[in-house]
């Protein structure tokens, strides 16, 4: 099983709901508490798992804004976990999950130098690495109804812009979406095999050209031109 | 890449302990400066191992939670950081080893053990390089020159505190240290040379492949948060380009061709020292820029455009 997302770039709105979701669930989750600094001051910073940034790609007017939502990749090359010099980060087996253990983390900051998508982040208050679990302690929760047995930014997002699934299925919902849609994984020249695909904009479809008739002046003109012609 | 002191100092402090034991151990053993005497080799010793317990305590400084630091040794099969680590405490048995073999005029198992000792010092710095020269994620970094580089100033910042050693023990007589230290500091500028002009050439990622609109411009409209992050706080650092040029040549002035001319026109233990201190301030600085120069890809998704 090799577990990941999929997020559609065409749909998303960059509505932060699901960075606000995942925020929710993980504050309290396996990884919590996710601790901010100066949440309430001029300059509120903390752990998140997921950031989105937006982006104008083209020239004006053939320009389209693209909300890019970024979370860990769940690589098969995890890099990250490679340079760990503790053991503390590692990558599952059975579900390529990449996760880290805060008891084993000593906060040397190397697997977020490892990672080109900037998917870890130090939680400045406990002293270890933390990142995107693909909400683990959600996805087997067996006290979830199965609809709910997703990450809560998938569950969250209002476009669904977001799917998650077993990229080794290939009947899977990730698995035909990117099939169909030509998704693509970010920066795959680096070698790190990101398990997270993105589905490209669609192309604009053709605006429909309002068809107008002769206006009213062309219509006297073609009219006194066929008399003075007779 | 943000420079931290802490690893700034740690680097550049190691570098000099193990280069210092590795150059003074080959140089007796290949015959060309043995230890003056029992009294020299015991407290040059004592200082260097001194002065590498305080780096890897240095080490240690920028660590978020070194309760746990003693687990660095665990993953030695993958991670650099793990290889150094465990280099570098194999070191200390080695080094002792060599040391009570030279006392007890054991010569053969003196022969061995330094061998040993100073290639586990070397290696050590090796792995030091290899820590940075591995990450795909920093174009400045990736590169063998890195290593190389890491070997170059510790030996020659060695170099300097060998013949430092040598002028304070007995002064003058130590024609064949200064050549030997005036070459390392020679090659030593060619590598940082060479490694500046790689840094320098045109070879950067942009925007367009990191968000995959290879094909059209990106620009960046919104970063998402209106504070710093833990990532713009450790990849952010941003120097402008006439103060990198200006610390480049304090770097190679101040820390390479003066203590090299130092070192070869004349003797004294004093001039000897300053040009030390010189050599190890030009490292200092030069190491500050090796990080301040670094520039992690993730800023290409924080709205830069070539990285």
């Known amino acids: 099983m090799r577990l990941g997302l999929v997020i559609d770039l065409d749909t998303c709105v960059g509505c932060n709901a699901c960075a606000v979701a995942c925020k929710q669930w993980n504050a309290s989750g396996t990884s919590g508490p996710l601790t901010d600094q100066s949440p309430f001051g001029r300059d509120p910073t903390g752990v998140w798992f997921n950031r989105i940034r937006n982006y104008e790609v083209g020239h004006y007017p053939d320009s389209k804004t693209v909300h890019f939502p970024m979370s860990c990749m769940h690589c098969d090359e995890a890099w990250c976990v490679d340079v760990c010099p503790t053991g503390a980060s590692y990558k599952r087996a059975e579900d390529g999950i990449v996760l880290v253990d805060p008891d084993k983390c000593m906060g040397c900051n190397y697997c977020a130098w490892a990672c080109p998508y900037g998917a870890r982040e130090l939680d400045r208050a406990e002293g270890v690495m933390k990142k995107c679990t693909l909400c683990v302690d959600r996805i087997y929760d067996e006290a979830l109804p199965e609809t709910e047995r997703q990450p809560a930014c998938v569950l969250t997002c209002p476009t669904h812009a977001r799917l998650f699934g077993d990229f080794d299925d290939p009947h899977s919902a990730v698995s035909r979406a990117v099939a169909e849609r030509g998704g693509q994984p970010l920066m795959p020249e680096l070698g790190y095999a990101p398990v997270n695909h993105y589905l490209p904009p669609r192309a604009p479809r053709e605006a429909p050209a309002y068809e107008r008739g002769p206006s009213l002046v062309d219509r006297v003109k073609d009219w006194v031109n066929q008399a003075v012609a007779r | ?307």
């Open chain 2, 1 to 307: 890449m943000h420079p931290a002191l802490s690893i700034i100092a740690f680097t550049v402090t190691t570098g000099l302990g193990y280069g210092w034991v590795a150059l003074g151990i080959v140089l007796n053993l290949t015959g060309v400066a043995g230890w003056q005497d029992a009294n020299a080799f015991g407290w040059t010793a004592g200082v260097s191992l001194a002065v590498i317990t305080a780096g890897l305590v240095a080490s240690t400084l920028h660590l978020a939670n070194p309760r746990n630091a003693w687990r660095a040794v665990m993953r030695v099969r993958t991670s650099w950081l793990s290889r150094e680590a465990v280099l570098a405490l194999v070191f200390y048995p080695a080094f002792i080893g060599y040391a009570a073999c030279l006392f007890a005029d054991a010569g053969r198992a003196a022969a061995l053990l330094g061998w040993l000792t100073a290639a586990i010092a070397l290696a050590t710095v090796f792995a030091t390089g290899m820590i940075y020269a591995c990450l795909r994620t920093i174009r400045q970094w990736n590169t063998p020159l890195v290593p190389a580089n890491y070997l170059l100033s510790a030996l020659a910042l060695g170099g300097l505190a060998l013949h430092a050693q040598r002028e304070l023990s007995a002064p003058g007589g130590g024609a064949a240290v200064s050549a030997v230290v005036f070459g390392l500091l020679m090659l030593a500028i060619a590598g940082k040379v060479v490694y500046w002009l790689k840094v320098g050439l045109p070879e950067a990622r942009t925007i367009d492949v990191a968000t995959g609109f290879r094909m059209a411009t990106v620009r960046l409209l919104d970063v998402g948060h209106t504070a710093g992050t833990f990532l713009t706080d450790e990849f952010g650092f941003q120097v402008s380009r006439p103060v990198l040029v200006l610390l480049k040549a304090v770097a190679l002035a101040a820390g390479y061709l003066l203590p090299a001319i130092l070192v070869a026109e004349g003797h004294g233990a004093g001039r000897a020292l300053v040009a030390l201190l010189l050599g190890y301030a030009g490292a200092l600085v030069e190491r500050w820029l090796f990080f301040a120069e670094a520039q992690h890809v993730v800023r290409l998704y924080h709205g830069q455009q070539r990285a």
